[in-house]
T-cell receptor
Framework: DGGITQSPKYLFRKEGQNVTLSCEQN?????MYWYRQDPGQGLRLIYY???????QKGDIAEGYSVSREKKESFPLTVTSAQKNPTAFYLC????????????FGNGTRLTVT | KQEVTQIPAALSVPEGENLVLNCSFT??????LQWFRQDPGKGLTSLLL?????REQTSGRLNASLDKSSGRSTLYIAASQPGDSATYLC???????????FGTGTRLQVTL
């Protein structure tokens, strides 16, 4: 079955450590996205990529970094510069263009103490 | 800047009732509007996508309408079931930034 796989489901880190969240899709989608979800707030866009080797900052990119070396993969690194990293992180993908729905992974819950 | 609002924030209805969830957006220059369902601790599942040129879309017991000029969309759920309990989110796709802007969702509980 085609889909988006995020791993791990739960992640615990100490403050000051960088951590990388994995996102892999086998849907052959060109565009991939990273969102952050906090209680009581809508999803906020961190980074997105419309093609391999290219990506753009979203609304809350500070303290995060991404890479897009392969079409299938779009890992997100949460750096120590991110002031409030504890959140639920969601990866999504879609075909390029405005007529394609967004497909989501099941998320990674990151807790930093 | 596009802003998306969903009312009500939470809703509880008895099984079998028909219900309407509301979504409003501030900038009518959208390419499409999408409705999603999210179960606790899970990702989002796409329910319906309405193109800017369309007025409504239907899937089973779900019907979504779009009035782009007034910046409004509704999601109608017929004959609600306990399995419909989830958070429903709407999002608008703004082509200039090639991204979706999400509302904060409506948490629906359907009781027996």
């Amino acid at each position: 079955d085609g889909g988006i796989t995020q791993s791990p489901k739960y992640l615990f880190r100490k403050e000051g450590q960088n951590v990388t969240l994995s996102c892999e899709q086998n849907l052959n989608h060109d565009a991939m996205y990273w969102y952050r979800q906090d209680p009581g707030q809508g999803l906020r866009l961190i980074y997105y990529s419309q093609i391999v080797n290219d990506f753009q900052k979203g609304d809350i990119a500070e303290g995060y970094s991404v890479s897009r070396e392969k079409k299938e993969s779009f890992p997100l690194t949460v750096t120590s510069a991110q002031k409030n990293p504890t959140a639920f992180y969601l990866c999504a993908s879609c075909e390029e263009g405005s007529s394609s729905p967004l497909h989501f992974g099941n998320g990674t819950r990151l807790t930093v103490t | 800047k596009q802003e998306v609002t969903q009312i009500p924030a939470a809703l509880s209805v008895p099984e079998g009732e028909n219900l309407v969830l509301n979504c409003s957006f501030t900038d009518s220059a959208i390419y499409n509007l999408q409705w999603f369902r999210q179960d606790p601790g899970k990702g989002l599942t796409s329910l319906l996508l309405i193109q800017s040129s369309q007025r409504e879309q239907t899937s089973g017991r779900l019907n979504a309408s779009l009035d782009k000029s007034s910046g409004r969309s509704t999601l109608y759920i017929a004959a609600s079931q306990p399995g419909d309990s989830a958070t429903y989110l709407c999002a608008v796709f703004t082509g200039t930034a090639s991204k979706l802007t999400f509302g904060t969702g409506t948490r629906l509980q359907v009781t027996l």
